[in-house]
């Protein structure tokens, strides 16, 4: 089967970088997504790795490692907006969510 | 380009009542996934829909049930509902069905809540 595993929350300050990491157990994926999700809204699209290494799309860069089990979401020069929850899921035959990780950002 | 939408937006239900949702996806899309969310479980995979067959199933009990229409939208079911099925339930449409790489456009949503 699979598990996902994400910090249950974060809190960061505006400007700084934060790291949220999703570790995984799974037979096998095609790829790992990270959402976006704001309080009361839907999960929306920030990347998605397939092969090891870094992504990186503006202010938020993914990162992959297979053999490691292990992915994180890097968020550079955070904004208050930037608040959120922040979603890891293996893509399968199934799309498997983590619980997700509640990034706070103060002033 | 129309994105992803879901009726109703919230619903009140009493135990014991059904309910059904719809959405409807991005033009073109032939995958509609339906995924519930709440806070202690997060987000979990309830079935995903492509050209009107169920492809897969999450672990829900029997009592949840979907289809998708020959236009591609979807409706899911929930009979007999029970209070742990308050929570927000949310439809992904993409070009392809899962497993491929093909961005998944979440709705709105449906916040359910059964009293």
């Known amino acids: 089967g699979q598990n996902i595993d994400q910090p249950t929350e974060m809190t960061a300050t505006e400007g700084a970088i934060v790291q949220i990491n999703c570790t995984y157990q799974t037979s096998g994926f095609n790829g790992l997504f990270w959402y976006q999700q704001h309080a009361g809204e839907a999960p929306t699209f920030l990347s998605y790795?397939?092969?090891?290494g870094l992504e990186e799309k503006g202010r938020f860069s993914s990162f992959l490692s297979r053999s490691k089990g292990y992915s994180y979401l890097l968020l550079k020069e955070l904004q208050m907006k930037d608040s959120a929850s922040y979603l890891c899921a293996l893509n399968t035959d199934k799309l498997i969510f983590g619980t997700g990780t509640r990034l706070q950002v103060f002033p | 380009k129309a994105g992803v939408t879901q009726t109703p937006r919230y619903l009140i239900k009493t135990r014991g009542q059904q309910v059904t949702l719809s959405c409807s996806p991005i033009?073109?899309?032939?995958?509609v996934s339906w995924y519930q969310q709440t806070p202690g479980q997060g987000l979990q995979f309830l079935f995903e829909?492509?050209?009107?067959?169920?492809?897969n199933k999450g672990n829900f009990p029997g009592r949840f049930s979907g289809r998708q229409f020959s236009n591609s939208r979807s409706e899911m079911n929930v009979s007999t509902l029970e209070l742990g099925d308050s929570a927000l339930y949310l439809c992904?449409?993409?070009?392809?069905?899962?497993?491929?790489?093909?961005?998944?456009?979440f709705g709105p949503g449906t916040r359910l809540t059964v009293l």
């Open positions: 829909y492509f050209s009107e067959t169920q492809r």
């Open positions: 992904a449409s993409r070009l392809q069905g899962l497993g491929s790489y093909n961005e998944q456009f």
């Open positions: 790795n397939v092969l090891d």
């Open positions: 033009s073109g899309h032939r995958s």
